[in-house]
């Protein structure tokens, strides 16, 4: 199966039974759609936990924000919360994540331009 869909927050590596990496995220994909007859259109989102088993390197670009295309293994899980209740979810075993779009780096405050406006009087002309 392959989707493509936006990153919901940076990828996570996790070690399970001892020494076995894995780098988690989660995938949202945004769909929208017109009943026939209606002028109203409307929109859900499906949610997608990827699982990455192929080595932690990923974990750099997997960024909040970033678009993938994600082959591999759709399953179903359901389960019971802590309180009973029934839940679901759809996880992936990825074979192959291709970045389609970097995650946009937000300006830290001293990385952003100094004020040119202002008259600077050590030029060297």
């Given at each position: 199966?392959?989707?493509?869909?936006?990153?919901?927050?940076?990828?996570?590596?996790?070690?399970?039974?001892?020494?076995?990496?894995?780098?988690?995220?989660?995938?949202?994909?945004?769909?929208?759609?017109?009943?026939?007859?209606?002028?109203?259109?409307?929109?859900?989102?499906?949610?997608?936990?990827?699982?990455?088993?192929?080595?932690?390197?990923?974990?750099?670009?997997?960024?909040?924000?970033?678009?993938?295309?994600?082959?591999?293994?759709?399953?179903?899980?359901?389960?019971?919360?802590?309180?009973g209740n029934a839940k679901g979810?759809i996880n992936c075993h990825a074979?192959?994540?291709?970045?389609?779009?970097?995650?946009?780096?937000?300006?830290?405050?001293?990385?952003?331009?100094?004020?040119?406006?202002?008259?600077?009087?050590?030029?060297?002309?």
């Amino acid at each position: 199966m392959e989707f493509t869909g936006r990153i919901t927050a940076d990828a996570k590596i996790s070690t399970v039974k001892g020494d076995k990496e894995v780098v988690n995220c989660t995938v949202a994909i945004n769909d929208r759609y017109r009943a026939k007859g209606s002028s109203e259109t409307k929109e859900f989102t499906t949610f997608i936990n990827v699982a990455w088993w192929m080595g932690t390197g990923i974990a750099k670009i997997l960024r909040k924000g970033a678009i993938i295309t994600v082959s591999g293994r759709l399953y179903a899980n359901a389960y019971n919360d802590m309180a009973g209740n029934a839940k679901g979810s759809i996880n992936c075993h990825a074979s192959e994540i291709k970045l389609i779009q970097s995650a946009k780096k937000e300006v830290q405050p001293e990385q952003q331009p100094a004020d040119l406006t202002e008259p600077v009087a050590d030029l060297p002309f």
